[in-house]
């Protein structure tokens, strides 16, 4: 059976961005997933958090996010 031809979500934008419900694109940061033990236990919480991606690129991720807006 065939896929009805329409818009599809980007799975790897969608993996790695998400959206709030008042429309900001939220990130992770980059450098916690290895190498854990050098880096002292305040930058791993800052590495924790979600940050607001620039206002710049958030067009480029809502384009590729239909759905979830």
């Known amino acids: ?20 419900a008042t429309g900001k694109v ?4 980059a450098g916690r997933r290895h ?3 050098t880096k002292n236990a305040k930058r791993l ?11 710049t690129d958030t067009y480029r991720i809502t384009q590729n996010l239909p759905f979830s807006h």
Do not use: E, N, W, Y
């Open 35 to 37: 190498l854990a033990q």
């Open 1 to 20: 059976m065939r896929r009805p031809k329409g818009i599809k979500t980007k799975k790897s934008v969608a993996k790695r961005f998400k959206i709030t």
């Open 26 to 29: 939220m990130r992770s940061h």
């Open 45 to 55: 919480r800052r590495l924790g958090k979600q940050s607001v991606v620039d206002s």
